[in-house]
C-alpha cells in the first residue's frame, strides 16, 4: 500500500510527501500558477513512464536479459473521439489519451523483443491506468 500526503499552500502550488520524500506540485504561470513544480498530469506522467522503466529493469535482472536501458517518453492530451481511431468514445466525445514511445537498448534475440514489448505494456501503473480504478473518496471539513 502506499500513502501519498499532499498540502495545498497559497496559491496554486501543493507540496507532496510521501515516506521520506518531498516534491511539489503547481500550475504553470498561463494556468494561473507559480510554475514551482510539475503539473498533476506531468506527475502522473512521470509515474508511468518511471513504472515502465523499472518494470522492464526487473524483468530483465530476473531473466538475464542483456538490458543496456530504456527511454520512455509520453504525451497526455484530449482528442475528439472522430480523431482516435484505437479509442472507445465518451458521452462527451472527447477522449483523454496517453501516447507512449518506449525505446528499449540491449542486445536481444526476437523472443526477448517480444517479451519486453509485453513487459512495457504491462507495468503495474499501465495497467491501473488502462483498466481504471475505483476512488472511494471522502471529504470533511474543519
Known amino acids: 500500500m502506499a500513502t501519498v500526503t499532499a498540502e495545498l499552500g497559497s496559491g496554486t502550488d501543493v507540496a507532496?510527501?510521501?515516506?521520506?520524500?518531498?516534491?511539489?506540485?503547481?500550475?504553470?504561470?498561463?494556468?494561473?500558477g507559480t510554475n514551482t513544480g510539475p503539473t498533476p498530469y506531468e506527475i502522473l506522467l512521470g509515474s508511468l513512464a518511471a513504472c515502465i522503466g523499472?518494470?522492464?529493469?526487473?524483468?530483465?535482472?530476473?531473466?538475464?536479459?542483456?538490458?543496456?536501458?530504456?527511454?520512455?517518453?509520453?504525451?497526455?492530451?484530449?482528442?475528439?473521439?472522430?480523431?482516435?481511431?484505437?479509442c472507445d468514445e465518451r458521452a462527451d466525445g472527447r477522449?483523454?489519451?496517453?501516447?507512449?514511445?518506449?525505446?528499449?537498448?540491449?542486445?536481444?534475440?526476437?523472443?526477448?523483443?517480444?517479451?519486453?514489448?509485453q513487459v512495457a505494456q504491462r507495468c503495474p501503473v499501465h495497467k491501473s491506468l488502462a483498466n481504471g480504478v475505483h476512488i472511494s473518496d471522502s471529504v470533511s471539513f474543519e
Open 16 to 32: 507532496i510527501d510521501i515516506r521520506q520524500f518531498s516534491w511539489a506540485a503547481d500550475e504553470p504561470e498561463s494556468a494561473g
Open 54 to 86: 523499472v518494470t522492464l529493469r526487473v524483468y530483465a535482472n530476473h531473466k538475464g536479459i542483456p538490458l543496456e536501458g530504456a527511454s520512455v517518453t509520453l504525451t497526455f492530451d484530449r482528442i475528439h473521439a472522430d480523431d482516435c481511431d484505437d
Open 95 to 117: 477522449i483523454e489519451r496517453i501516447r507512449s514511445e518506449v525505446i528499449i537498448r540491449g542486445d536481444f534475440d526476437e523472443a526477448q523483443r517480444v517479451r519486453l514489448t
